[in-house]
């Protein structure tokens, strides 16, 4: 299995006398499911929560003194400009989640560790990730820096999609 899956078998086989609970849009989309998960997880009923990035936002859980990240690199790497500034946020929020009330730490899995994200968080340096995306944005004429426009078109019919499109980009 890959992700989510991979891990449930890994906490299966040498984690089986923890207690886990599973919280992804897979397992959310059962109403109350979220709200039950993070009651029993408050109550001290669960071990180790596993779960996408949607558990890295809005939760307070006493006792919480562990979170791993796993694969950031996918997010890093995204064909997206806002990739590190995204991948940043999320790591900011999953360091203000363990050690909130006792002691704890972060554990992140990259193949980067030198990358300007990873290292920001890690010395908890907002301004030197702004320092190095704000560069990054100058330097390549992204927002702040620019404007930028998405238009997205769609047709049944491929050939009428492309004479639309060729005229969009000719009165552009």
């Known amino acids: 299995g890959r992700g989510i899956q991979r891990v449930e078998e890994i906490l299966d086989g040498q984690f089986a ?25 408050r109550a001290g009923g669960i071990d180790i929560m596993i779960g996408t990035q949607m ?53 992140i899995q990259t193949m980067a560790p030198e990358h300007p994200v990873i290292r920001s968080v890690a010395s908890h340096d907002a301004d030197a990730f702004y320092q190095y995306e704000a560069d990054i944005r100058r330097k390549t004429k992204y927002p702040p820096f620019a404007e930028l426009a998405r238009i997205l078109l769609s047709a049944e019919d491929e050939n009428h999609l492309h004479r639309i499109a060729e005229k969009l980009a000719h009165d552009i």
């Open 55 to 107: 558990i890295a936002k809005g939760f307070d859980i006493k006792g919480v003194t562990l979170v791993g990240v796993l694969a950031i690199d996918q997010m890093l790497t995204a064909a997206d400009f806002r990739a590190s500034e995204n991948a940043w946020q999320l790591l900011s929020q999953v360091v203000g989640r363990s050690g909130r009330h006792k002691p704890g730490e972060v554990v």
């Open 17 to 41: 006398s923890y207690s886990y609970a599973r919280l992804d849009r897979d397992t959310a989309r059962k109403r109350g499911f979220a709200d039950d998960v993070m009651q029993t997880m």
